[in-house]
């Protein structure tokens, strides 16, 4: 059983700093997505990596992946208050077991 | 294009009851998950589910638990007796197939157990 973790757990940071979040496993990902869940409202795919060392930006949001496939980071530039939300990564393994982590919660103050 | 469609949004129910919530993929999304999401924790997959057939149930408690998908599109999650600790929003999602990791979720039903 892979073990799934992701850190900070809670960040509550000042409008226009910059974050990063972390998500390690145990277990080499097939692939790893990133997800941003609103209160009340369902998980919402932000991006999707699959190739060890992979980098891909969204605007002010850069998602990595690790050489190794088992630890993956996600950056944001200059937040601002409507990134605020509960970001959960999602490990996605060889047999194609889906294990979402505990998930950070990020408040951004203006 | 319609989303993923749960209801109902909300339920309360007193411990040894039974319950059963409802989902609506979208047309034409072969798989379909239901997740557990307990306060302040990551959603926990429940049941995978491609056309009507189950793909992966490990992690669904079946002694309360049961889930169905006959006709390959929508579904049912039913929980008999709940317990206290069945307390959780309950997440269904879709994506078009099984190898396609595109997943689209619905609001969710909030169920809390008295």
């Known amino acids: 059983t892979q073990l799934l973790e992701q850190s900070p757990q809670f960040l509550s940071i000042q409008e226009g700093e910059n974050l990063t979040v972390y998500c390690n496993s145990s277990?080499?990902?097939?692939?790893l997505q990133w997800y941003r869940q609103e209160p009340g409202e369902g998980p919402v795919l932000l991006v999707t990596?699959?190739?060890?060392?992979e980098v891909k930006k969204l605007k002010r949001l850069t998602f990595q992946f690790g050489d190794a496939r088992k630890d993956s980071s996600l950056h944001i530039t200059a937040a601002q208050p409507g990134d605020t939300g509960l970001y959960l990564c999602?490990?996605?393994?060889?047999?194609?077991?889906?294990?979402f982590g505990s998930g950070t919660q990020l408040t951004v103050l203006p | 294009e319609a989303g993923v469609a749960q209801s109902p949004r909300y339920k309360i129910i007193e411990k040894r009851q039974s319950v059963a919530f409802w989902c609506n993929p979208i047309?034409?999304?072969?798989?379909l998950y239901w997740y557990q999401q307990i306060l302040g924790q990551g959603p926990k997959l429940l049941i995978q589910f491609q056309n009507n057939g189950v793909v992966d149930d490990s992690q669904l408690p079946k002694d309360r638990f049961s889930a169905e998908r006959l006709k390959g599109v929508d579904s049912t999650l039913k929980i008999q007796p709940a317990k206290l600790e069945d307390s959780a929003v309950y997440l269904c999602?879709?994506?078009?197939?099984?190898?396609?990791?595109?997943?689209?979720f619905g609001q969710g039903t909030r169920l809390t157990v008295v």
């Open positions: 277990s080499v990902f097939s692939s």
């Open positions: 990596v699959v190739t060890g060392g």
């Open positions: 999602a879709s994506s078009l197939a099984l190898f396609n990791t595109e997943a689209f």
């Open positions: 047309s034409g999304h072969a798989t």
């Open positions: 999602l490990f996605i393994g060889s047999a194609r077991q889906l294990t």
